[in-house]
């Protein structure tokens, strides 16, 4: 069955390339801004919903749509895309702080052809040793901090020596639980 990517994040697409997926991409034109929750865990799950609803009206032929969304909870706090250096600096010095980032990424697959739609979230946590502030303004000047959830690019080898540990897979701290993705595919399918 055709699989489409209902997202532009190129961390996204890797994760599915490395893992053998063949798939098209179509990006949403939704407000994610304009969708809040009180709830951090759920709100990129509601993100997520809010992407598929918007593509599904423009697929013709039975697909199986993958949307996602991903925001990072820090010590109670969001941290979605970075919207300045500012932001960059003061995410980075919190995790620093001791405090861990928590990834939550959020899948929904649909299966155009039966119906069928299946959604669930994954979270990891990133523990990192402290941040000089230079580094952080290196960091700011050749990473493209500013389409990351969290202002931080993991797989980076500038951020290596500053992870202390990661609890959970690196595919969904890039934004595509795999192990979630496969349980939600077989979902649809049945």
């Keep these: ?4 990517l209902g997202s532009s994040s190129k961390p996204r697409k890797k994760v599915l390339q490395d893992n053998g997926y063949q798939f098209e991409v179509m990006s949403p ?3 994610e801004k304009g969708i809040r929750s009180d709830d951090l865990y759920q709100l990129p799950l509601m993100i997520a919903r809010a992407k598929a609803d918007a ?3 423009n697929i013709t032929e039975p697909t199986l ?3 996602a969304d991903q925001v990072v909870v820090c010590h109670g706090s969001l941290h979605e895309k970075p919207q300045s250096e500012a932001e960059v600096r003061a995410f980075l010095q919190k995790y620093s702080d001791e405090y861990p980032a928590e990834t939550v990424s959020a899948l929904v697959v649909t299966n155009t052809g039966n119906g069928k739609q299946a959604d669930g979230v994954d979270i990891a946590k990133i523990y990192f040793n402290p941040i000089p502030l230079a580094v952080i303004d290196d960091f700011i000047k050749t990473e493209d901090l500013f389409s990351r959830a969290g202002g931080f690019v993991v797989e980076s080898p500038l951020f290596q020596p500053f992870i202390k540990k990661i609890e959970g897979s690196i595919d969904s ?5 795999i192990t979630l993705l496969e349980r939600l595919i077989t979902e649809v399918e049945l």
């Design 65 to 67: 749509l993958i949307t």
């Design 173 to 177: 701290v890039m934004g595509m639980p």
């Design 55 to 57: 593509l599904i009206p």
């Design 1 to 4: 069955m055709k699989i489409i």
């Design 29 to 31: 034109d939704i407000d």
